[in-house]
């Protein structure tokens, strides 16, 4: 390592975490979830299958994490939800950023853009975000891309503020003031001088976005205002094995666990990122 | 003091105009007819007509924004699709189990949260604050209708302290609605427990390290007297930040809450209204509850100033 | 051991080869090292050196408030017959602010912003008596009035923010005096204020310690002061007590070459009874301070020293005098035979 100067426009720049525990074990969680996800549908059974024979059976060799209320299979149906999870998570995460920086950008770089983007992500704060999301969520028939879109919105403004903050710095930096008197247009300064000194700020934000959307899918789904009804969605999984929670709590927490450790192996990255950018 | 007060409460006004435009604007993206849908079953072009006439849907989209929110501005919410009944009738019925809820939660997370960050503040790295990093981990990861069935496990069906479900209103007695809202509120708690303790742990330890701490101390002042009377107030407004966030998160978190344990608050109302496409009533919920946000965040400010009064100057 | 002369009363306070080490994580760092002085009611000791020399250290030690990193390895603190050093924390409080108490360096940041004036000020006197908040109320507003804060009744309801650096520094002041305590250490009381007021307050605690009877610390980097207030000195260089003795004493014959050097670099010089100097042999100190770190056989000041000889690189000089010592191999002036008092 060097010692760098603050005029060097590289010391706000993404460092690689070092290995520690906590970002062994969220990678790795994440990775075996992402496998399973693609993968699990070649050796485990339809996650659709129904057998009511069977229904609400507890962990055996036929069925290692039982049945839900109509004898479908848990493992293959909490394995094909990782995928749902991973991916709502995953694409979440890119339009908010996508969204947020191109408006934090144009808010912190034109001043006269600033207090209208400004003011309209103040009212879009003021409203509670799971509020927001299953209004938004409740405009079209329940789909992905409905799901995908109710959670995107209300975390822009978020990815929002943090852009926007980080402009408004890096704007009267030297290197910037430098490429200005030089003769740079502002496209050629946001690209290529602004944009790469986001990314270690919004890394951090981003992970905390992506878990916020898995929560979220989930919570949405369960309130009946996600994903549709028998998709093997987590949310959905234990939305429709509430009934029968009584007599099978086990069909309730197989996916609650997967959701928990889940979000902890995200927000695991994120604390290490974190800790990387400090 | 109070030009600040007008200054804030103009900015508040501003947002709370945004939010108008947007609900204003969730109705008209949503693509019904309100016309269709109030008329009832299979009416008359003519009885259509004068509907749209009479709601002023007949007129360019901002006049109708204009006057939809002349309407809201005289406390006419409008009237539910789904019931027929107006929208303030319906948010009455249901807002004193939300708000007992919320209190309860807020006073609970308060009276755990806070002494634990500052107890683990005094040994930064000891056993209480590790534990303390761990719980904060696991309750933001837990979605809050699994910790509820995990409470419910536990402590409805194994041992019976608290009921599954249901909510008792005021009228049967204090104790009884506090007993049916414990489960919920330790659920809703969970999040937020971790989170005051986190800020208090961090507001404190940064507190501590100051020299009027050692000031008081080279005072004579105990422990007890240095954490409470010195460090406490002045790591306040940290912690005063996030009770605020908070309450605004807990605005969230009521939805999800209420719908495990069957309770007929705000939180139900939504589902329910959202669910049925009863947009009169999701856009009264909207209001409200980003109108509570916007009032907590304006209080917490003010109350920055009754804590420190250099913010005042 | 060489000590001050006794005095016909036990002292206030006393200490006694008083060793500080800092816990490090690889090997305990030695801070201050075997140093020994001892105060009379109503006597003023100033204890001088640059910063680093450990001589803040030893303000805190007295005080039983040492960072959690730094500890006592040896040597007693004497205070009210007790040694502190071996005192439990419920013990110590009882001392601190009742026994001994302390203003510190900056008035800026050692006052609780949250908290009005007359709180802090009765804050000592509420720990330390049963006294209604009427009656600590008016010892405050009368004490600060004596401590010269005008408006007294006023002020006590206003916060630090709103009074200057000089009326902040009173205030503390009262607060350290409120329950007249046998000793009072001051960390550099004046070095954050103007030097405008710097004098008057200086004035006004050796004022109220006259006239109290209480014995005073004072810890500076300032020789103007010293000579302004102080009875005794020791004078402190890299954890060790390079010379102590009688203020005039100091001030006419200093012994060690570096509190000759120090008195040197003093401004405005203190009056020398017609001593020709030799002004090129030391215009200033050159170098700095030997880190705490840096293992050194010998006298810490011999790499800054004109007068070092290879002995002073290799031994480390034991302190010889009786009322006036210093621990130098080669003392500017003969043991007990400088212009003394």
């Known amino acids: ?278 | 003091m109070f030009p600040f007060i007008l200054k804030r409460l103009a900015s508040s006004l501003v947002v709370i105009l945004i939010v108008a435009m947007f609900v204003f604007g969730l109705t008209a993206v949503s693509g019904g007819d309100p016309a269709v849908i109030f008329a009832g079953d299979d009416p008359s072009p003519e009885r259509l007509e004068a509907i749209r006439e009479r709601m002023g849907l007949d007129r360019p989209v901002p006049v109708q924004f204009l006057l939809w929110l002349q309407t809201i501005a005289g406390g006419d919410f409008g009237t539910s699709f789904f019931t027929g009944r107006p929208v303030l009738t319906l948010i009455g019925q249901r807002v004193e189990p939300t708000i007992v809820l919320s209190l309860y939660t807020i006073v609970m997370s308060i009276l755990v949260g806070i002494p634990l960050g500052a107890a683990a503040a005094l040994r930064p790295g000891g056993a209480l604050d590790r534990f303390l990093s761990g719980f904060t981990s696991l309750a933001f990861a837990l979605p809050g209708f699994i910790a509820a069935y995990i409470l419910i496990y536990i402590f409805a069906v194994e041992l019976r302290w608290f009921p599954v479900q249901g909510y008792q209103p005021l009228s049967e007695g204090l104790g009884r609605t506090l007993w049916s809202l414990t489960l919920p509120a330790v659920t809703l708690s969970l999040i937020y427990v971790g989170l005051l303790a986190r800020t208090t742990r961090a507001a404190m330890i940064g507190v501590l390290a100051q020299d009027y701490i050692r000031t008081a101390r080279s005072r004579g002042a105990n422990t007890y007297r240095v954490v409470v009377h010195h460090a406490f107030r002045n790591g306040l407004n940290a912690v005063l930040t996030v009770i605020g966030l908070g309450i605004a998160s807990l605005l969230s978190g009521v939805t999800i809450t209420e719908t495990v344990f069957a309770i007929p608050g705000l939180g139900r109302l939504t589902v329910d209204a959202v669910l049925n496409r009863d947009y009169p009533v999701v856009q009264g919920l909207i209001l409200i509850f980003a109108s509570v946000k916007i009032a907590v965040n304006l209080t917490i400010d003010l109350l920055y100033r009754v804590v420190d009064p250099r913010v005042a100057q | 051991m060489p000590q001050a002369a006794p005095s016909a009363t036990d002292p206030a306070l006393r200490v006694d080869d008083l060793s500080l080490v800092i816990n490090d994580a690889r090997k305990p760092i030695s801070a201050v090292n075997d140093i020994s002085f001892s105060v009379d009611p109503g006597e003023t000791l100033a204890l001088v050196g640059e910063s680093g020399c450990g001589k803040s250290l030893t303000a805190l030690a007295l005080m039983g408030l040492l960072p959690d990193a730094i500890r006592v390895s040896t040597g007693s603190i004497t205070l009210h017959g007790s040694d502190i050093t071996t005192l439990s924390e419920r013990e110590l409080q009882k001392r601190r602010g009742d026994n001994i108490s302390m203003i510190f360096q900056d008035p800026m940041t050692t006052l609780n912003p949250l908290v009005t004036i007359g709180n802090q000020i009765t804050e000592t006197l509420r720990i330390h008596r049963k006294i209604d908040r009427g009656t600590a109320r008016e010892r405050a507003k009368a004490l600060l009035e004596r401590v010269g804060v005008s408006d007294a009744e006023r002020r006590l309801d206003q916060f630090p923010h709103e009074l200057s650096g000089g009326m902040r520094q009173r205030v503390m002041i009262a607060s350290a005096m409120i329950c007249d305590p046998d000793v009072i250490v001051a960390d550099e009381p004046t070095t954050a204020l103007d030097v405008t007021v710097q004098a008057q307050v200086l004035a006004l605690l050796q004022e109220l310690q006259r006239e109290a009877g209480m014995a005073l610390i004072l810890v500076t980097h300032d020789f103007g002061v010293v000579a302004q207030t102080a009875d005794k000195v020791a004078v402190m260089y890299a954890g060790r007590i390079v010379e102590q003795g009688p203020a005039d004493a100091i001030f006419a014959a200093p012994k060690h070459p570096y509190t000759e050097a120090l008195l040197e670099c003093s401004a405005p010089p203190p009056p020398i009874d017609g001593r020709a100097r030799d002004r090129s042999a030391l215009p200033q100190i050159d170098g700095t301070v030997m880190p705490l770190t840096q293992q050194f056989p010998g006298c810490r000041f011999a790499p800054r020293c004109a007068f070092a000889t290879e002995r002073c690189r290799t031994e480390v000089p034991r302190t010889r005098g009786n009322r006036h010592t210093v621990a130098c191999h080669h003392p500017r002036q003969d043991l007990d035979t400088g212009v003394g008092s």
């Not at chain 1, 149906?77 to 969204?99: H, K, N, P, W, Y």
């Not at chain 1, 852009?163 to 290529?192: C, W």
Request: hydrophobic share 55%; charged share 15%; proline share 5%.
């Open chain 1, 1 to 278: 390592m060097t010692v760098q100067t603050s005029s060097d426009p590289s010391d706000h720049r993404f460092t690689m975490p070092r290995l520690s525990f906590r970002l062994i074990f969220g990678l790795g969680t994440l990775g075996i979830l992402a496998i399973l996800g693609l993968f699990g549908s070649v050796f485990l059974q339809d996650p659709n299958a129904l057998a009511p024979a069977n229904r609400l059976q507890f962990f055996s060799s036929d069925h290692w994490l039982g049945t839900d209320g109509l004898g479908r299979d848990l493992l293959a149906r909490v394995v094909a939800g990782a995928r749902i999870s991973l991916a709502v998570g995953l694409l979440v995460a890119a339009f908010a950023t996508v969204f947020g920086v191109i408006l934090g950008l144009l808010a912190g770089y034109f001043r006269r853009l600033d207090p209208i983007i400004m003011r309209v992500n103040d009212g879009m704060l003021a409203i509670p975000e799971l509020l927001l999301a299953v209004a938004l969520a409740s405009l079209a028939q329940a789909s992905l891309t409905m799901v995908v879109f109710a959670l995107t919105v209300p975390q822009i403004p978020r990815i929002v503020r943090v852009a926007r903050a980080e402009v408004l710095v890096l704007r009267k930096s030297p290197f910037v003031e430098a490429a200005y008197i030089s003769g740079s247009s502002r496209f050629k300064i946001l690209t290529r001088h602004v944009l790469p000194n986001l990314v270690a700020p919004l890394s951090v934000q981003v992970t905390y976005v992506c878990a916020y959307a898995i929560l979220g899918e989930a919570g949405l789904s369960f309130i009946g205002a996600g994903l549709p009804a028998n998709t093997p969605s987590w949310g959905v999984i234990v939305s429709e094995n509430r009934t029968f929670f009584m007599q099978a709590p086990w069909t309730v927490f197989v996916a609650g666990f997967f959701l928990t450790v889940t979000v902890l192996a995200v927000s695991a990255v994120g604390d290490e990122l974190r800790k990387s950018a400090e």
